[in-house]
C-alpha cells in the first residue's frame, strides 16, 4: 500500500509568490493534518480537515489556508511568502478515530530566496 | 497550553551502548504521549504511542518507553544501539482525542539529534 504522498518534493520560490503543496493520504484515511519544520526545530501543527471540515489550526497567519478534497486528498496554500516561510512541510493522515496514529510524508522541502 | 521539553539537543553513544532520551511533558489532562524518528530529509515514523493502561510501552526497532506521570516523563529507551539508529528523535504531546472533538494537534519537543560511534 502506499503511504502518505507529498508533492513536489523540493520548491523554490521568490519572496511575495504563492505557493500549493499537495498531499495524498492512505488509502481509508480521512484525517489530513499539515506541520512546518524550519531547520533544527520540531514540526509546527498548522492545519487538520477531516471530512472536508476544518477539526484545528495552528497559530499561524491568514496567509496560510487548506482544504480538503472529497477523496480527502488535501492542499495547503501560503500566500505573499516570506524568507521566514522556508520550511519542510509535513502531511500526515489518519484514520481519524478514537486511538489512530498519523503516519507522515517524506515532506516539501520549500526554499523562499 | 500543552509543551514538550527535550532537554538533549545531541547525544552521542557508542555502538552496543545503551540509550535514554529525555522528554517532559506539561499537559493540563491526560495525554497522548508519542516518539517519532526523522532520517535527514525524511518524514516522521512512529516508534511508539503511550494513550493509557501500562506505562512501560514497547515500540518499533526495539524501542521502549516509560510514562511517568509524577514526573511528566515520557523517557526512550534501547538497551543496545545500532548505527542504524543514528537519527533525531522527537517527543510529541496530544490531546484527549474524545474531549477535544478530534482535534489530532501534535505539539513536538525541539528534537535529539543521535550520533553513534563505532
Known amino acids: 500500500d502506499a503511504g502518505v504522498t507529498q508533492s513536489p518534493t523540493h520548491l523554490i520560490k521568490t519572496r511575495g509568490q504563492h505557493v500549493t503543496l499537495r498531499c495524498s493520504p492512505i488509502?481509508?484515511?480521512?484525517?489530513v493534518s499539515w506541520y512546518q519544520q524550519v531547520l533544527g526545530q520540531g514540526p509546527q501543527f498548522i492545519f487538520q480537515y477531516y471530512e472536508k471540515e476544518e477539526r484545528g489550526r495552528g497559530n499561524f497567519p491568514d496567509r496560510f489556508s487548506a482544504r480538503q478534497f472529497p477523496n480527502y486528498s488535501s492542499e495547503l496554500n501560503v500566500n505573499a511568502l516570506l524568507l521566514g516561510d522556508s520550511a519542510l512541510y509535513l502531511c500526515?493522515?489518519?484514520?481519524?478515530?478514537?486511538?489512530?496514529?498519523?503516519?507522515f510524508g517524506q515532506g516539501t522541502r520549500l526554499t523562499v530566496v | 497550553a500543552q509543551s514538550v521539553t527535550q532537554p538533549d539537543i545531541h547525544i552521542t553513544v557508542s555502538e552496543g551502548a545503551s540509550l535514554e532520551l529525555r522528554c517532559n511533558y506539561s499537559y493540563g489532562a491526560t495525554p497522548y504521549l508519542f516518539w517519532y524518528v526523522q532520517s535527514p530529509g525524511q518524514g516522521l515514523q512512529l516508534l511508539l504511542k503511550?494513550?493509557?493502561?501500562?506505562?512501560l510501552v514497547q515500540g518499533i526497532k526495539g524501542f521502549e518507553a516509560e510514562f511517568k506521570r509524577s514526573q511528566s516523563s515520557f523517557n526512550l529507551r534501547k538497551p543496545s544501539v545500532h548505527w542504524s539508529d543514528a537519527a533525531e528523535y522527537f517527543c510529541a504531546v496530544g490531546p484527549d482525542f474524545i474531549s477535544n472533538f478530534g482535534n489530532e494537534k501534535l505539539t513536538f519537543g525541539t528534537g535529539t539529534r543521535l550520533t553513534i560511534i563505532p
Open positions: 500526515a493522515s489518519s484514520q481519524g478515530v478514537v486511538n489512530t496514529e498519523a503516519f
Open positions: 488509502s481509508g484515511h480521512k484525517s
Open positions: 503511550y494513550f493509557s493502561g501500562d506505562t
